[in-house]
Structure formats: structure tokens, C-alpha cells
T-cell receptor, first 115, second 113 residues
Framework: DTAVSQTPKYLVTQMGNDKSIKCEQNLGHDTMYWYKQDSKKFLKIMFSYNNKELIINETVPNRFSPKSPDKAHLNLHINSLELGDSAVYFC??????????????FGPGTRLLVL | DQQVKQNSPSLSVQEGRISILNCDYTNSMFDYFLWYKKYPAEGPTFLISISSIKDKNEDGRFTVFLNKSAKHLSLHIVPSQPGDSAVYFCAARYGGATNKLIFGTGTLLAVQP
């Protein structure tokens, strides 16, 4: 009964391919996020959606495109994969964005390896 | 430009003793701070938080202290247990309408039995 789930857990692919990572939360939250943790273990925000509206769009290559079909899902599509895209990608969700105490809950991560 | 820094990559503590994990930040616009715990091959798990208007928050064995003038926060775990062995991330939130978090690089805590 996972609160924030991601599929797949592992993804090994060739350079140049296009891949998608899916995220679902069953917490009834309005906001979802994508983070990237690189080889140096930096955990950085990439995107965030609130009620299906994009509210955070950090400086990432436009090969990365998030899509939120509904409030419970936030998918990440990556075109023309490069070696440097190899990382762990975490999805997270929070109840909202405007509350004083707003906690983000993370999924287990998707380990992407580009060969 | 790292706005949230955890200068100790690792810390080793004996079981039963106190663990103190430190975090420094540079941006005075941060209004909320969180600590997350992460086991290998899992996502970060929320541990404890503190608002910028407070200087201490306690939850069981975990206490977070905030020193705004020094732009410094710390997480105290007492007594430390072997199950506490994990990577601990400090995170700071920008005030505003996006709930954007900036994470530190983490400290690996090893609690020795």
C-alpha cells in the first residue's frame, strides 16, 4: 500500500533512446515533484505541479518533459537520452504548497543508467 | 552555489550516545527547514521539521535546533540506535507559493553497536 510509487524501479537504456518514468500517489495530495539525484548525491528539484499546473520548472534540458494527466499522477518523459542523464530520479508529493508546514513525501526512486 | 551545506559527509557514533548532525545555509529567505532520512535504495523519509520562527522542535529521540543568526541548524538524536544508521539530508524551503526545497548533500550516520 505504497503512498508514492514509481515505475520502473530500474531502467537501463542506450543513448539516444526516449524513455518515461511514471509516478503515482494515493495520498490525495494536490502537488507533485520530480527530483534528480546525481552521482555526487545532490538532490535537486526539477519540476513541480500543483493541481495539474506547472509551478516549478528549473533549468533542465528541454529533452525532459513532465506530464500530469491528473492530480495523482506525474510522469517524466526524457527524449534523446544522454550519458549525463544517468541518475536516480525521485518523485514526491505534498498536500499543497501554501501551508506553513508542508512536508514532501518521496517515492522509492528510479535508477536510470544510460549506456 | 550551494545554499544548504552539510559539511560532514559522515559521522560515526556509539549506540546509546548522542548523534549531532549539522547543516548551514546562506539564504535568509528560507522559512522552513526539514530533515530527511534515507536508507540505500529507498526514497528519503521525512523525519522532523522546524519553522523559521522557532528555535527548537522535539519529537521523541529527535530534536532539531535552529540558530537563525548563525544560519545554522542541527539534528540531535539521543540515544542513537543502530537502526538510525542512514544518510540524513537537511532541506530548506524558500518562502512563497511553490514549496521549493533546497537539499544539502547529506551526512552518512553510522551507529556502532
Amino acid at each position: 500500500d505504497t503512498a508514492v510509487s514509481q515505475t520502473p524501479k530500474y531502467l537501463v537504456t542506450q543513448m539516444g533512446n526516449d524513455k518515461s518514468i511514471k509516478c503515482e500517489q494515493n495520498l490525495g495530495h494536490d502537488t507533485m515533484y520530480w527530483y534528480k539525484q546525481d552521482s555526487k548525491k545532490f538532490l535537486k528539484i526539477m519540476f513541480s505541479y500543483n493541481n495539474k499546473e506547472l509551478i516549478i520548472n528549473e533549468t533542465v534540458p528541454n529533452r525532459f518533459s513532465p506530464k500530469s494527466p491528473d492530480k495523482a499522477h506525474l510522469n517524466l518523459h526524457i527524449n534523446s537520452l544522454e550519458l549525463g542523464d544517468s541518475a536516480v530520479y525521485f518523485c514526491a508529493s505534498s498536500q499543497d504548497v501554501g501551508r506553513i508546514k508542508e512536508t514532501q513525501y518521496f517515492g522509492p526512486g528510479t535508477r536510470l543508467l544510460v549506456l | 552555489d550551494q545554499q544548504v551545506k552539510q559539511n560532514s559527509p559522515s559521522l560515526s557514533v556509539q549506540e546509546g550516545r548522542i548523534s549531532i548532525l549539522n547543516c548551514d545555509y546562506t539564504n535568509s529567505m528560507f522559512d522552513y527547514f526539514l530533515w530527511y532520512k534515507k536508507y540505500p535504495a529507498e526514497g528519503p523519509t521525512f523525519l522532523i521539521s522546524i519553522s523559521s520562527i522557532k528555535d527548537k522542535n522535539e519529537d521523541g529521540r529527535f530534536t532539531v535546533f535552529l540558530n537563525k543568526s548563525a544560519k545554522h541548524l542541527s539534528l540531535h538524536i539521543v540515544p542513537s540506535q543502530p537502526g538510525d544508521s542512514a544518510v540524513y539530508f537537511c532541506a530548506a524551503r524558500y518562502g512563497g507559493a511553490t514549496n521549493k526545497l533546497i537539499f544539502g548533500t547529506g551526512t552518512l550516520l553510522a551507529v556502532q553497536p
